[in-house]
C-alpha cells in the first residue's frame, strides 16, 4: 500500500508525508481496522507468487446521506505499481461487490480524487458515476486528499468483462 501511495497520490500529498510513510504502521492501522464488524479485506496476488499484490476493503457505508441497508463502500482498493494491468483491480472490485450482494446490498460507494484519471476511467468502466458528492478527507495532520463519490449498481460491476 506504501508504494501504491507514493505512486498515486504524489501531486496531492507532501514529499516529506508519502516519503515518511511506513509498512509497518500502515499495516498496524489495518490490522485495527479488520476487526470492525462487516468489514471484509479482500487481498489479490500474481499466480504463483505469494506477495501480495492489491486488496479491496469494503463495508457499510460511513456515509449519512446514503441508505445503509442497501448501499455498500469500497473504502480502499489498491494494486501495487509493479501489478497494475493485470487485471487484479478489476477482480478486487467484483469480489467486493459479490460480498456486498451476499449481505443484500443493491449498490457500491466509494471515494476517489478528482486528478486520479486512472481510476476513474477504471471505476467508470465498471459502470460507477460521480454523483455530485465532494468531501476533503484527512489522512495526517495537515495533509487531506479532495475527493468525490462514485456510485453504481452491483449487478453491472459483478459482470464486467
Known amino acids: 500500500m506504501v508504494a ?6 504524489r501531486q496531492q500529498l507532501s514529499s516529506d508525508f508519502l516519503d515518511g510513510l511506513s509498512q509497518e504502521v500502515e499495516t498496524a492501522k489495518w490490522v485495527d481496522r479488520i476487526g470492525r464488524p462487516g468489514v471484509c479485506i479482500l487481498v489479490a496476488h500474481r499466480r504463483g ?3 501480495v499484490d492489491g486488496f479491496v476493503a469494503c463495508g457499510p457505508p460511513f456515509d449519512r446521506d446514503l441508505d445503509h441497508t ?5 473504502y480502499n482498493l489498491h ?3 509493479a501489478a ?3 487485471g487484479l483491480g478489476k ?3 467484483k469480489a467486493a461487490a459479490r460480498f456486498a450482494a451476499e449481505r443484500g446490498a443493491k449498490d457500491l460507494s466509494l471515494w476517489v480524487v478528482p486528478e486520479n484519471n486512472h481510476a476513474r476511467r477504471f ?3 465498471a459502470g460507477m458515476r ?4 465532494r468531501q476533503r478527507e484527512p489522512v495526517a495532520v495537515g495533509e487531506s486528499l479532495e475527493e468525490v463519490r462514485y456510485r453504481g449498481g452491483l449487478a453491472p460491476i459483478m459482470d464486467w468483462d
Do not use: F, I
Open 91 to 93: 477482480a478486487l472490485l
Open 123 to 125: 471505476y467508470e468502466q
Open 84 to 86: 497494475r494491468g493485470l
Open 79 to 81: 494494486v501495487s505499481p
Open 49 to 51: 507468487d505469494r506477495r
Open 4 to 9: 501504491n501511495w507514493r505512486a498515486t497520490y
Open 130 to 133: 460521480a454523483d455530485g458528492a
Open 70 to 74: 442497501s448501499t455498500y463502500q469500497v
